[in-house]
């Protein structure tokens, strides 16, 4: 397994198009996550799935995006309308956890950048 | 809510020791990570703590008090290639992790 991908690592878009990010997790990893980061910031949280359900989305998040797993491998984050302050990495993450037991321990993927014109 | 802070940017010299300390205030807590990130990379795990104590691993070690809700990640032997940006980071409920805004750590020959 090479770890986390991501497709494509960089996209230049204009204001209003939509603009779909895929991400293939480590194989046996049950739990998958979508960050966004922009320069000197940490990670922010967007949604995450376990399997195939999408157990979380950030309150702040538009409704705008929108993100799938469909049968708990690969997942999509769709931007919809992009904006000039959509701009940023988008990153995925993966872990594997059962029951109550936590490592703490995600495996990030090299992100997609965004550029929205 | 939860909120993470933790300085902005470290300088410390090669061969030295250095403290990126991390406060938080969450709804819950599960266990506090750290992460690193090299510029243009993806953030790797370093550490992660559930409980109270140090945990060491080679030249990094962290730390965490959860009843003042504080911890750190020492790094010893500093060397040009751990100029990075590190993370701390929590889990509130053992679902998604939250991360902070992160410190710049700049090593100097």
């Known amino acids: 397994d090479t770890g986390v991908s991501q497709d494509p690592r960089h996209k230049i878009t204009k204001r209003g198009q939509n603009v779909t990010f895929r991400c293939d997790p480590i194989?046996?990893?049950?739990?998958l996550y979508w960050y966004r980061q922009t320069l000197g910031q940490g990670p922010e949280f967007l949604t995450y799935?376990?399997?195939?359900?999408?157990?979380?989305k950030s309150r702040l998040l538009s409704d705008r995006f929108s993100a799938e797993r469909p049968k708990g491998s690969f997942s999509t984050l769709e931007i919809q309308r992009t904006e000039q302050g959509d701009s940023a990495m988008y990153l995925c993450?993966?872990?594997?956890?059962?029951?109550?037991?936590?490592?703490?321990?995600?495996?990030f993927g090299e992100g997609s950048r965004l550029t929205v014109l | 809510g939860q909120s993470l802070e933790q300085p902005s940017e470290v300088t410390a010299v090669e061969g030295a020791i250095v403290q990126i300390n991390c406060t938080y205030q969450?709804?819950?807590?599960?266990?506090l990570s750290w992460y690193q990130q090299h510029d243009g990379g993806a953030p790797t795990f370093l550490s992660y703590?559930?409980?109270?104590g140090l945990e060491e691993t080679g030249r990094f070690s962290s730390f965490l008090s959860r009843s003042d809700s504080y911890g750190y990640l020492l790094l010893q032997e500093l060397q040009m290639k751990d100029s990075a940006s590190y993370f701390c980071?929590?889990?509130?409920?053992?679902?998604?992790?939250?991360f902070g805004q992160g410190t710049e750590l700049s090593v100097k020959p």
């Open positions: 993450a993966s872990s594997y956890q059962t029951g109550g037991a936590n490592t703490g321990e995600l495996f």
């Open positions: 194989s046996e990893h049950n739990r």
């Open positions: 799935f376990q399997n195939e359900a999408q157990l979380e």
């Open positions: 969450t709804s819950g807590f599960y266990g």
């Open positions: 703590n559930a409980l109270d």
């Open positions: 980071a929590v889990y509130p409920q053992g679902g998604k992790l939250i």
